[in-house]
């Protein structure tokens, strides 16, 4: 079994010895054990959190290089005018806490090219043809947003230090006289 233990930068398509289809909920995972797909046990070993995405490159303790691809699964895919509408269908879609895939036709001739993404669930094509979208169910890779604070594979850290310190004086004076 080949152990997979590290993630790669880019590299030369000759260096690539074999691919790696996984479906997302699989991508998530640093622990696994599969198959390539020319059928070589694999064994990954990788740091928790970051997802693997379309197109990264791990590598074996004994220098191959795998490159991971996203596998054909079932998807919702709304298809809706750009700009506001597109906006909309985001934010809404979003406010749900799912991951989306979020993209664009350039082909299109119905006039509608932005499209988003998401695993079938009856509440969410609901609201995404509430909101104007024409849904198609089929298979296709799912490769949602990473998010906008995720910084996998970035090789960057950031992080903030607040420190506040704050004193409020203040002086009450009340008077209240009833008469009756």
Known sequence: MLELTQRVGPVETTE????????????????LRAKTDTGYDVGLFLDRGPVLREGAFLQAETGEIIRIRAADEPVVTARIEPGLGLARLCYHLGNRHVSLAIGSDDSATDGKTGWVRFPPDHVLEELAERLGATLEHHRAPFDPEPGAYAQAGQGHSHSHSHSHDHTHEHGHSHDHSHAH
């Open 16 to 31: 690539i010895h074999d691919h790696l289809t996984l479906p997302f909920e699989l991508r998530m995972r640093g622990r």
